[in-house]
């Protein structure tokens, strides 16, 4: 049995290559899919598919447009959603995609902190998992194909 994680989150760390290198030498049968981490390209991607736009407000909005598409898209083929609140960046973009994940039925693990255990208490308590580390993420996607 193969699973896809759906790795929700920031993109300006290396914590997907943590996870993807750690899940790889445990040989675990996973693929992982998640968000254009190309900043640069998830910024663009309305003007590339649309052409340019009268101004910022509506190039963010063609480009948010494709950004949640994919996400849509790729989430929904997901079997289940690993969502890391780091420390460093705003998490807007992470908790939106946990809440759509658990309501669409989608198994999730959250991976945050313990100082920020308070502000995430109620996604939490939704979520299928809340964890600190990233490895400890990778025993609990362990355990489930064992």
């Known amino acids: 049995m193969r699973l896809t994680v759906y790795l929700a989150g920031e993109i300006h760390s290396t914590w997907r290559d943590e996870i993807k290198k750690k899940s790889l030498a445990l040989d675990l049968p996973v693929d992982f899919v998640g968000p254009m981490e190309d900043h ?16 910022a407000v509506y190039k963010d909005a063609a480009a948010s447009n494709f950004n949640n598409l994919r996400t849509s898209v790729l989430m929904h083929k997901a079997d ?5 609140f780091g420390e460093q960046y705003k998490q807007w973009n992470t908790a939106m995609d946990a809440s759509a994940a658990l309501a669409i039925g989608k198994p999730v693990i959250i991976i945050r902190p313990e100082k920020l255990h308070h502000p995430l208490k109620e996604l939490s308590a939704k979520a299928n998992a809340t964890v ?7 025993k609990a996607l362990a355990y489930i194909v064992e």
């Open 40 to 55: 640069d390209r998830s910024d663009n991607i309305g003007e590339e598919i649309l052409g340019e736009q009268p101004g």
């Open 80 to 84: 289940l959603v690993i969502a890391l």
């Open 132 to 138: 600190e580390t990233c490895d400890q993420a990778i």
